[in-house]
T-cell receptor
């Protein structure tokens, strides 16, 4: 099946620094990528949807200046958490699909972010 | 808001027994997809089973099957011959007009030896 990778799998940073998380589709064209946030023992919360070559669409309540998303190629999307604070500590998951594939999303393994 | 509800926050089942996880959803679409995802302790999301709404036949994948009741907007997951490796969070999800997925709050399943 299709594979999505995320890097890094785990990151610890100091408060005030920025952190970039990469999401790559390894064997298919990811025209659409999704970024989720998951708190412990909770469900996935969609943060934003990005289409290759376009600006990301953010869900209500998600600060676009805080969570910068770039989807510049058909295989790579990045999420940058700017000026991270302890409350940004969470598990971030990306998923991807090709154009028109409403019936599936391929999920990455997630990135655990800890802001000290 | 279009929602997905899972009324069982936690469940447990003895190894080799059968367990059913409940899911109800809201939608105004006539055709859509429904999913069950498993999230083990590794936190990797794994697709368990998928159902297309216009197909009346319930989907099955080995030990996993669904009971899809379109009129009632119900989509339960049955796990037969439960195994220790089935221990995980299970999320019910619906595709949202082809734009994204809406996930339920999850059910934590523990398979007991």
């Amino acid at each position: 099946g299709a594979v999505v990778s995320q890097h890094p799998s785990r990151v610890i940073c100091k408060s005030g620094t920025s952190v970039k998380i990469e999401c790559r589709s390894l064997d298919f064209q990811a025209t659409t990528m999704f970024w989720y946030r998951q708190f412990p023992k909770q469900s996935l919360m969609l943060m934003a949807t990005s289409n290759e070559g376009s600006k990301a669409t953010y869900e209500q309540g998600v600060e676009k200046d805080k969570f910068l998303i770039n989807h510049a190629s058909l295989t790579l999307s990045t999420l940058t958490v700017t000026s991270a604070h302890p409350e940004d500590s969470s598990f971030y998951i990306c998923s991807a699909r090709d154009f028109g594939q409403r019936e599936t999303q391929y999920f990455g393994p997630g990135t655990r972010l800890l802001v000290l | 808001a279009q929602t997905v509800t899972q009324s069982q926050p936690e469940m447990s089942v003895q190894e080799a027994e059968t367990v059913t996880l409940s899911c109800t959803y809201d939608t105004s679409e006539s055709n859509y997809y429904l999913f069950w995802y498993k999230q083990p302790p590794s936190r990797q999301m794994i697709l368990v089973i998928r159902q297309e709404a216009y197909k009346q036949q319930n989907a099955t994948e080995n030990r996993f099957s669904v009971n899809f009741q379109k009129a009632a907007k119900s989509f339960s997951l049955k796990i037969s011959d439960s195994q220790l490796g089935d221990t995980a969070m299970y999320f019910c999800a619906r595709d949202n007009y082809g734009q994204n997925f809406v996930f339920g709050p999850g059910t934590r399943l523990s398979v007991l030896p």
